[in-house]
């Protein structure tokens, strides 16, 4: 997927629509009622309250939350669209270019801590920045199962991927192995969970995919194999966000569906507990959302609305040998190439 590099080419690849903040906006805030629409569906009993809020520098947003229902412990589905004259220094260490300019940045985000042990947690988050000359796109989604099955981590990838394929070979190679690499706890040596899709920086200038800190890391190495891919319009970018957004319902529901009826105890809720733990210290001390949420002076309620209604911390835990929680952590929190893994039908 190459195009002309002759600068006039170039130039009209990088060309802004005059709307384009009108059509993410929109698009963003659509994902989140389709999002929210299928979540009510699918739980059956409880329903997203919504608080809107105003950002007092520029801005505001839609925070919903749904609690205490059949499937979902605590889920959230936000968007948010801000504005402002001051840069947060996560932006400007990436992008120098961008200071001195006004900035616009906007997206949507979500997280759900289902019930039952058996379902897994997941996350999604796609947002648009721009300031002056400088736009972006970036985001992706990710799954983070407690008591996993192949199955369904092989149909998430699966579903992602026929997504990314669509517009471009080498997205989702790249952007899984940028996933693994996002979401890994340095501190505890393990992924947070199986990873999905993760991208940054997206723009029309970026001729390799890769934009990540981690120059000798497989993303980069492969986002170096592929090499240069050409200026990539606006629209272009826009499109694929789109396709990733509405690939969620597919990715996740139907694994939902399928776990929702199993039967769990004690051991498996507290497993569930514990696990959750992860997730509060990747998004405190990792998350960039976070980090750029809580640097322009967002609405705190909003940004950590992703972390779980109840936790809990063990000294020293290792799980017992040949259990499922053994295997866990033996196969799935470590990166592997889930959609060759094997053919769903051949797990008994």
Same mark, same amino acid.
């Given at each position: 997927m190459?195009?002309?590099?002759?600068?006039?080419?170039?130039?009209?690849?990088?060309?802004?629509?005059?709307?384009?903040r009108?059509?993410?906006?929109?698009?963003?805030?659509?994902?989140?009622?389709?999002?929210?629409?299928?979540?009510?569906?699918?739980?059956?009993?409880?329903?997203?309250q919504?608080?809107?809020?105003?950002?007092?520098?520029?801005?505001?947003?839609?925070?919903?939350?749904?609690?205490?229902?059949?499937?979902?412990?605590q889920?959230?589905?936000?968007?948010?669209?801000?504005?402002?004259?001051?840069l947060?220094?996560?932006?400007?260490v990436?992008r120098?270019?961008?200071?001195?300019?006004? #900035?616009?940045? !906007?997206?949507t985000?979500?997280?759900?801590?289902?019930?039952?042990? %058996?379902? *897994? =947690?997941v996350? &999604?988050?796609?947002?648009?920045?721009?300031?002056?000359?400088?736009?972006?796109?970036?985001?992706?989604?990710?799954?983070?199962p407690?008591?996993?099955f192949?199955?369904?981590?092989?149909h #998430?990838?699966? !579903?992602?991927?026929?997504?990314?394929?669509?517009?471009?070979?080498? %997205?989702? *190679? =790249?952007?899984? &192995?940028?996933?693994?690499?996002?979401?890994?706890?340095?501190?505890?040596?393990?992924?947070?969970?199986?990873?999905?899709?993760?991208?940054?920086?997206?723009?029309?200038?970026?001729?390799?995919?890769?934009?990540?800190?981690?120059?000798?890391?497989?993303?980069?190495?492969?986002?170096?194999?592929?090499?240069?891919?050409?200026?990539?319009?606006w629209?272009?970018?826009?499109?694929?966000?789109?396709?990733?957004?509405q690939?969620f319902?597919?990715?996740?529901?139907?694994?939902?569906e399928?776990?929702q009826?199993?039967?769990?105890?004690?051991?498996?809720?507290?497993?569930?507990?514990?696990?959750?733990?992860?997730?509060?210290?990747f998004?405190?001390?990792?998350?960039r959302?976070?980090?750029?949420?809580?640097?322009t002076?967002?609405?705190?309620?909003?940004?950590?609305?992703?972390?779980p209604?109840?936790?809990?911390?063990?000294?020293?835990?290792?799980?017992?040998?040949n259990?499922?929680?053994?295997?866990?952590?033996?196969?799935?929190?470590?990166?592997?190439?889930?959609?060759?893994?094997?053919?769903?039908?051949?797990?008994?």
């Amino acid at each position: 997927m190459t195009t002309s590099s002759t600068p006039e080419a170039t130039a009209s690849k990088l060309t802004l629509p005059t709307d384009s903040r009108q059509q993410v906006s929109q698009f963003l805030k659509d994902l989140q009622d389709q999002i929210c629409q299928g979540l009510e569906q699918l739980d059956g009993q409880a329903t997203f309250q919504e608080d809107a809020w105003e950002r007092p520098e520029g801005g505001g947003g839609r925070s919903r939350v749904m609690r205490e229902g059949r499937v979902f412990e605590q889920g959230g589905v936000n968007f948010s669209e801000v504005w402002g004259t001051h840069l947060p220094p996560s932006v400007l260490v990436q992008r120098p270019e961008a200071a001195g300019h006004k #900035f616009y940045a !906007t997206g949507t985000s979500m997280v759900l801590h289902p019930r039952n042990p %058996y379902i *897994p =947690t997941v996350h &999604l988050n796609y947002r648009y920045f721009e300031a002056g000359p400088v736009w972006w796109f970036g985001g992706g989604i990710d799954l983070t199962p407690y008591y996993p099955f192949a199955e369904d981590v092989v149909h #998430f990838h699966q !579903t992602l991927k026929q997504a990314c394929d669509a517009h471009h070979p080498e %997205y989702y *190679p =790249t952007f899984k &192995l940028w996933c693994d690499e996002y979401f890994y706890l340095n501190h505890r040596q393990e992924t947070r969970g199986v990873g999905g899709i993760f991208f940054d920086y997206q723009d029309g200038l970026t001729n390799h995919l890769y934009r990540g800190p981690a120059a000798d890391g497989p993303a980069a190495l492969h986002s170096n194999q592929v090499g240069q891919i050409g200026s990539r319009s606006w629209e272009e970018i826009f499109s694929f966000i789109q396709s990733c957004g509405q690939a969620f319902l597919p990715a996740y529901v139907p694994i939902a569906e399928r776990r929702q009826g199993t039967e769990y105890g004690d051991r498996e809720r507290n497993f569930q507990l514990y696990r959750r733990g992860r997730y509060v210290e990747f998004n405190l001390v990792y998350d960039r959302g976070t980090i750029f949420g809580l640097q322009t002076n967002g609405r705190t309620e909003s940004i950590l609305m992703s972390l779980p209604p109840l936790v809990r911390w063990e000294y020293g835990y290792e799980p017992e040998p040949n259990t499922p929680e053994a295997e866990l952590y033996q196969t799935f929190l470590k990166p592997q190439d889930w959609v060759n893994w094997f053919s769903p039908a051949s797990e008994s």
